[in-house]
């Protein structure tokens, strides 16, 4: 049986680097840099820079938390990094993209958030309200945020930009600063026939001495912005905010009850590699546990299928004194693959997790296919023996919502096995720990 067509369209979305959207910030106390440095103050104006970094990385994130723990992203989380010009340079490295500008050689330290948010436009403008209120609170924070398809605030508001604004003339002409929207003049940095792509530095500098506010965008440009996340942030909360019922193992719903955005790294993964795909990744990670890297199983923690017996104890009385480092970092008990009990969760995940979900059809490994996939604990016998009919062949019940609910926990646990099957030590490697925040539904939120 072929794949259903719209699997290829859902395919691994996020894996296309023109679906990352991109958060800069600049800040206009930044240590100055002398060109007239010796060597030794250079390194030591190098770490002072990045000590100045780290402490606006963890004040803006203490402004932020509520709600980034309350809004659900459909792609990758929200995480902000260091980025000067050596981890630039790693980063462009590691991605094969080109530099956008021959200027960017030469890059001014700031922080940056790149988000791979597939299909959901919703993370973008809710990054784009986030900037907005951060903007507003730090004034000396100067903002860039672009995607793809580049500079998308132009895109929503285009007929209302001057007609001289362009896709080749918005290169470092387009930031927010203190909530609103800039747009640098076509006379900046000199008056000419055509508008000069003006250096990010000069930029920046221009912004930080504009205190007449000239390079603030048109009123009508501000209030369709505005009026594009209106509601923010109870909004996108709510939209972010769908429950489905699933029948996952019990280990596994602890896990996505923490961290519901797992439910992306999991469809990222669907539909699956080959079977042959799958084979040759659990035998890497039997390979790795063997030589003691992490030290995890090769039996995949995101099924029922038991783990191989434990070794058996030493004998004649032996005491291990000195544990090995594999039995030092064994997997914490909700990564463990021992059969467990099947629960019915209700899974957070935003609408569009619900629709791809839903939308995905092709052929399980037989481990998770729906004949296998067993019942809730309490739920097979009465649901079977109310008298709707029996079992059916397939493994489906009378009660088609319980099906479902099997169907969607088994693709969501294929995901994440085949996610796990390609990581290094654990499949929170899917996600940055750094990104991994704790749901609150508790949490204040500050209003739009």
């Known amino acids: 049986m072929e794949d259903d067509p719209l699997s290829h369209i859902f395919n691994r979305e996020l894996s296309d680097p023109d679906n990352v959207c991109?958060?800069?910030?600049?800040f206009d106390?930044?240590?100055?840099?002398?060109?007239?440095?010796?060597?030794?103050?250079?390194?030591a104006h190098k770490e002072e820079v990045h000590t100045f970094l780290k402490r606006k990385c963890l004040r803006i994130y203490d402004f932020l938390m509520p709600n980034l723990t309350a809004f659900l992203w459909h792609g990758d989380a929200f995480h902000l990094q260091v980025m000067d010009t050596e981890t630039k340079a790693a980063v462009q490295k590691e991605t094969k993209r080109p530099k956008?500008?021959?200027?960017?050689?030469?890059?001014?330290?700031?922080?940056?958030?790149?988000?791979?948010?597939g299909e959901g436009v919703c993370d973008e403008w809710f990054l784009f309200f986030l900037t907005s209120r951060l903007t507003s609170t730090f004034p000396e924070i100067t903002a860039r945020l672009r995607d793809g398809d580049g500079e998308f605030l132009l895109i929503e508001a285009a007929h209302c930009i001057p007609s001289w604004l362009e896709p080749s003339t918005s290169e470092n002409r387009i930031f927010i600063k203190e909530g609103s929207l800039r747009i640098l003049l076509p006379t900046f940095p000199r008056p000419s026939p055509s508008p000069e792509r003006p250096l990010l530095l000069s930029s920046l500098s221009y912004l930080r001495r504009d205190a007449q506010g000239r390079s603030?965008?048109?009123?009508?440009?501000?209030?369709?912005?505005?009026?594009?996340?209106?509601?923010?942030?109870?909004?996108?909360?709510?939209?972010?905010?769908?429950?489905?019922?699933?029948?996952?193992?019990?280990?596994?719903a602890a896990l996505l009850h923490v961290f519901p955005h797992f439910v992306s790294v999991a469809l990222n993964n669907l539909p699956?590699?080959?079977?042959?795909?799958?084979?040759?990744?659990?035998?890497?990670?039997?390979?790795?546990?063997?030589?003691?890297?992490?030290?995890?199983?090769?039996?995949?923690?995101?099924?029922?299928?038991p783990l191989p017996s434990s070794p058996a104890e030493p004998q004649g009385g032996e005491n291990k004194t000195n544990p090995t480092s594999s039995e030092v970092q064994q997997p914490p008990s909700v990564l463990r693959g021992e059969r467990e009990r099947a629960v019915l969760f209700p899974c957070r995940m935003t609408r569009l997790h619900y629709a791809r979900l839903m939308n995905l059809h092709f052929r399980s490994p037989a481990e998770f296919s729906l004949t296998r996939w067993p019942f809730p604990e309490g739920v097979e016998k009465t649901e079977i023996e109310r008298g709707r009919g029996r079992e059916?062949?397939?493994?489906?019940?009378?009660?088609?919502?319980?099906?479902l609910a099997r169907s969607l926990g088994a693709k969501l646990c294929l995901g994440l096995h085949v996610g796990w099957g390609h990581m290094g030590s654990s499949a929170a490697d899917a996600v940055d720990p750094g990104s991994l925040l704790w749901f609150d539904s508790s949490a204040e939120v500050f209003e739009g």
Not at 293 to 300: C, N, R, T
Request: proline share 7%; with cysteine.
């Open 22 to 26: 991109t958060l800069e910030l600049y």
């Open 100 to 117: 956008r500008t021959e200027e960017e050689t030469e890059t001014v330290p700031h922080l940056c958030c790149s988000l791979r948010v």
């Open 29 to 43: 106390d930044l240590p100055v840099f002398e060109r007239e440095m010796g060597e030794n103050r250079k390194e």
């Open 272 to 305: 699956p590699p080959s079977a042959a795909a799958i084979k040759a990744a659990a035998g890497r990670r039997k390979s790795l546990s063997s030589a003691g890297v992490g030290s995890l199983h090769s039996a995949s923690p995101f099924s029922f299928s």
């Open 392 to 403: 059916k062949g397939d493994g489906s019940a009378a009660n088609p919502q319980l099906t």
């Open 216 to 252: 603030i965008a048109k009123a009508a440009v501000q209030r369709l912005l505005q009026k594009r996340v209106g509601g923010f942030p109870k909004k996108a909360i709510q939209e972010s905010s769908h429950r489905v019922n699933v029948v996952v193992p019990e280990s596994v």
